[in-house]
């Protein structure tokens, strides 16, 4: 066996001043940062009246109310429940559609790949930020007001909401896409167009639909809670159910909606893996 070396500290504490003398500052960052954090939740826990009392003792109302809902019976509404199922799903796909043929042409403006300028592109990736960052609730309540109840503010408020986050992904999977393409059409002598459209796009399709996709799945749950506020849906009935206590009825909704959430995962994977391939595992 070989003799272990001798470690000369001097040596290493000469090369590597950095990692041996922090300063202190450097040295008490990560403990204050974790007592900060851990002050404010504390301060969370009492400012907003938190108590484990109250929790415990409403897990008997919980366990009440999930009897009730036992066994699932839609009464005679069924016909009626179907038909704000697909009022729901009508809203995710067509909300999600409008935002997507919207937002692709936007998105190429905010791609630096696309639009080297910083000083037009910021713009464009601003109004994107500030769209997005409105919750798609709080743009159904807006357009509830602007246009009325029913499922045409729900599909504007998914088309609205959408169209800010699809930007930002478009334009990330734009500026991601291999530029060899796109240099190979530049020196054949094709304009920018060209390059968008036989250099870019044919690389970021797939990316793009697969986003669509998920987004629609997505959709299909905040069409549910959009619809309790008014913008139509299976969200509608289910808010007039649980005013009324009918809870075998709220558990006959909540598992349609179940059924159809998981329904449409099947199916928008088999379409992702259609469009996209199935890729090897090593």
């Not at 169209?163 to 530029?179: C, H, P, R, T, V």
Request: hydrophobic share 55%; aromatic share 8%.
């Amino acid at each position: 066996m070989t003799k272990p070396q001798q470690v000369d500290t001097a040596q290493l504490r000469a090369r590597y001043p950095d990692v041996f003398d922090r300063p202190a500052s450097a040295r008490l960052a990560a403990p204050a940062m974790i007592v900060a954090a851990l002050a404010i939740l504390v301060y969370g826990f009492v400012d907003l009246d938190f108590s484990p009392s109250r929790f415990f003792s409403g897990l008997s109302q919980l366990g009440w109310i999930s009897l009730m809902m036992i066994p699932p019976d839609p009464g005679s509404s069924l016909p009626i429940y179907l038909k704000a199922l697909g009022e729901t799903l009508s809203i995710a796909l067509l909300g999600t559609t409008l935002a997507a043929l919207f937002a692709l042409p936007v998105s190429l403006l905010a791609a630096r790949n696309v639009v080297p300028s910083k000083i037009l592109r910021f713009p464009v990736r601003r109004f994107l930020d500030s769209i997005r960052g409105v919750d798609t609730l709080i743009w159904a309540l807006v357009w509830i007001n602007v246009v009325g109840l029913g499922p045409f503010a729900g599909v504007l408020a998914i088309a609205v909401s959408d169209f800010g986050s699809f930007g930002k992904l478009f334009s990330e999977a734009i500026e991601g896409a291999d530029q060899k393409q796109v240099e190979g059409i530049r020196a054949s002598g094709g304009s920018a167009l060209h390059e968008i459209r036989f250099g870019l796009l044919p690389q970021v399709l797939p990316v793009i639909a697969g986003q669509v996709l998920y987004f629609i799945e997505s959709n299909t749950r905040s069409a549910t809670i959009i619809g309790i506020v008014g913008a139509g849906g299976i969200g509608l009935q289910l808010a007039e159910q649980i005013r009324v206590l009918e809870w075998q009825r709220v558990s006959f909704l909540i598992l349609m909606i179940l059924v159809a959430v998981a329904a449409i995962d099947f199916i928008s994977g088999k379409l992702r893996f259609a469009i996209i391939g199935r890729r090897a595992v090593a």
